[in-house]
């Protein structure tokens, strides 16, 4: 299974040779994760197109409308953006716990409980404050009470040795019941009367759209976030403490790396980023928090970020193109007849097929400089 | 009013009835997960699995007319399950924990989009054995109308037990379990071992899905399972990988679950969804209590504590 690289001219090995071959190994090693994820993606839509073969439909009809719906048109395309922004913060909140080797799933919570924070911070603030503010703060209580929440799934694992995977759900679970709680307790607006909802925020307190463009400023809010969260794990020290302490806890603890506060810290961050993912639907989309905002942009933002390899960057391109193939899923189910869940069994064969190709890393010659030496 | 005549004596049988008939899913799922992890390998997909089967159960239900075809056909379902999670886990490089969130993506999608047309359809249920019949109390009736799987769950419970230290296939389940090295020198193949026991673990947890829908609540709708197939991972732990733990701990589980509809009935209505979250609560607190930074829990195989 392995591909020769260019082995004759390795035998002459000139000065030219020498000087191309740190390039070519940078090259070789970035092209890894572009091409198994590409033949990843491609072998997932492959498993199902024979899915939608067996259901008796037409997998060419399903992509061509999956393209229309996500990115045909300028309006599917903003769509798809509008979609993206939550994915982008829900993914940063597995993304960052996963460089530090936790696997954290419960960002639907942290997200539920921002949009919640997010609502019952604007109450006081609406009418008597200008409305700048009313959002600053509105995202400042969201993303304390998703940071508290995912910060407290980190912190058991450290300290108390807790599963964080589970507890994580656990807690969302928790946070959806207290939501709900909430929603149709004491935060109620009692105008709203078939779905519970808190008071509407008034158009001048919610987040506007971009110029020019029918995609709200949540998307730029996640792209920023992305990029802050790159060059916190890729270029400061904390992320680099935190990647080591994430391949070897042991060994970062020897080196006297403050493991358990990098923990809390990141994990606090992260939900933290999806505490304001719950507040952006509140003030970009629904106006209000309501059951609404617990539309599994969590569980979505799971696999992007898996996607992504929980590269930050990378979370950017997935995040649109799953929200694309979500924002498809209307059109999908119209035109074909079929169910408005085939976009979740796309996302669960994709996610299975991705997480499969996880063993072709490293098997290949011409991605890794340190076969290409070795005499077979 | 019989109702009025017992009074608040109705929480506690209400818990106690419901204990009964919310426990027996998290018996089934937690009795498979426990022969997965045994064997050293974690399943976290057995959330799909549950749902995936509750919904395959209902459809071969409506289709055919028979719950227990039902639920051989949600076992077969649930074999595949952990046959494709048991098969994909044996590549290295690959992290079982994140494909068993992956399947269970997986399951839940396919089970929404296989289960849309069998959401309206009315499917006879499973037997119930009356053992309350010598009571003239109709709560009391009522709730020991025990479903013939939570029997069948207790007794597996037990026998489960009795074969991890009894029989040859129990041994060497829990050889690969403890490690891989010394069952390959005494010839086993882990990687089959594990397969086997991930698929079986489906299959069981499969059995708690057909329980959901055609037993209690008794009908297929896309919310029909809350978590149970990850708290019943949960619960695992808290049984330390011990069967009859699990049976014990499944009980607990399901009063923790029957809190909120039993004080509704009695008309309790503040802070109904807070009850609703008392499972949850309850596994969180004791995840903490039976967790320790420092050391593996007590009973953990080997393989799993290692790594």
Not at chain 1, 79 to 89: E, G, I
Not at chain 2, 3 to 17: C, D, E, F, Y
Not at chain 2, 73 to 88: D, E, K, P, Q, T
């Amino acid at each position: 299974m392995t591909i020769s690289a260019d082995a004759g001219v390795e035998r002459t090995g000139g000065p030219l040779r020498s000087r191309l071959r740190p390039l070519a190994e940078t090259l070789a090693r970035r092209a890894e994760p572009v091409a198994i994820g590409l033949s990843g993606i491609l072998l997932g839509l492959a498993v199902f197109s024979l899915f939608i073969l067996a259901v008796g439909k037409s997998p060419t009809t399903l992509f061509s409308l999956m393209y229309v719906g996500g990115f045909g048109s300028w309006f599917s395309v903003q769509n798809s953006l509008s979609r993206a922004a939550p994915l982008l913060l829900t993914a940063l909140c597995v993304a960052l716990p996963a460089r530090l080797g936790l696997i954290i799933i419960g960002g639907e919570g942290a997200l539920a409980l921002g949009g919640v924070a997010a609502a019952a911070a604007a109450m006081p603030l609406v009418g008597s404050s200008p409305p700048w503010l009313a959002l600053v703060v509105m995202a400042a209580a969201a993303m304390a009470i998703g940071g508290l929440w995912i910060g407290f799934v980190g912190y058991l694992r450290h300290y108390r040795g807790v599963n964080e995977t589970i507890a994580s759900l656990l807690m969302a679970y928790i946070a959806i019941a207290l939501m709900n709680h909430l929603v149709e307790g004491v935060l109620r607006d009692p105008a709203s009367l078939n779905k519970p909802s808190t008071t509407t925020l008034p158009v001048a307190y919610m987040i506007g759209k971009l110029p020019g463009v029918d995609v709200h400023w949540g998307l730029v809010i996640g792209v920023a976030a992305c990029v802050v969260s790159y060059i916190l794990i890729e270029t400061t020290t904390w992320g680099f403490a935190a990647r080591i302490s994430g391949g070897n806890t042991r060994a970062a603890q020897v080196q006297g790396l403050p493991v358990g506060r990098l923990i809390v810290g990141f994990t606090a961050l992260a939900g933290g980023f999806a505490g304001l993912a719950g507040m952006i639907e509140v003030a970009a989309v629904q106006g209000s928090a309501n059951a609404s905002i617990v539309a599994g942009y969590g569980y979505t933002g799971i696999l992007v970020s898996f996607l992504a390899r929980h590269n930050p960057l990378a979370i950017i391109p997935i995040a649109i193109l799953l929200g694309g193939i979500e924002a498809a899923g209307g059109l999908i189910q119209r035109r074909m007849g079929l169910p408005d869940a085939t976009v979740l069994v796309l996302q669960g064969v994709l996610f299975v097929v991705i997480l499969f190709c996880e063993t072709l890393y490293g098997r290949f010659k011409i991605f890794n400089p340190e076969l290409w030496t070795r005499r077979a | 009013m019989e109702t009025a005549a017992i009074g608040l004596w109705g929480v506690p049988l209400a818990i106690l009835a419901g204990a009964i008939r919310v426990s027996t899913p998290f018996i089934f799922v937690s009795l498979g997960e426990t022969i997965t992890e045994r064997s050293g390998r974690i399943n976290l997909g057995l959330e799909g699995t549950l749902v995936f089967a509750a919904m395959t159960a209902y459809a071969v239900d409506v289709l055919t007319g028979s719950p227990w075809l039902g639920m051989l056909a949600a076992m077969a379902a649930g074999a595949v399950f952990g046959s494709i999670h048991g098969y994909i886990c044996k590549w290295p490089g690959v992290n079982d924990v994140a494909i068993g969130i992956a399947m269970m993506q997986f399951g839940l999608g396919l089970a929404f989009f296989l289960g849309k047309p069998f959401i309206q359809p009315v499917a006879p249920h499973l037997p119930s054995l009356p053992l309350g019949f010598w009571s003239s109390v109709p709560q009391l009736r009522s709730a020991l109308d025990v479903n013939v799987l939570f029997l069948v769950g207790a007794a597996l419970a037990f026998a489960l037990k009795w074969a991890f230290a009894n029989t040859g296939v129990g041994l060497m389940l829990r050889v690969v379990g403890d490690s891989s090295d010394a069952a390959r020198a005494l010839g086993f193949n882990p990687d089959r071992v594990r397969l086997l026991a991930t698929a079986l673990g489906g299959a069981l947890a499969a059995v708690g899905g057909a329980y959901l829908s055609l037993s209690y609540p008794g009908s297929w709708n896309e919310r029909i399972s809350s978590g149970q197939g990850l708290m019943a991972v949960a619960l695992v732990i808290f049984a330390r990988w011990n069967p009859v733990g699990c049976f014990w701990a499944a009980l607990l589980f399901g009063g923790a679950g029957a809190l909120g509809p039993a004080l509704q009935s009695v008309g309790v209505s503040q802070g109904y969804y807070l009850f609703y979250a008392a499972p949850y609560v309850l596994t969180l607190i004791i995840m903490v209590a039976n967790s320790s930074p420092t050391r593996p829990a007590a009973g953990m195989p080997g393989a799993l504590a290692s790594r």
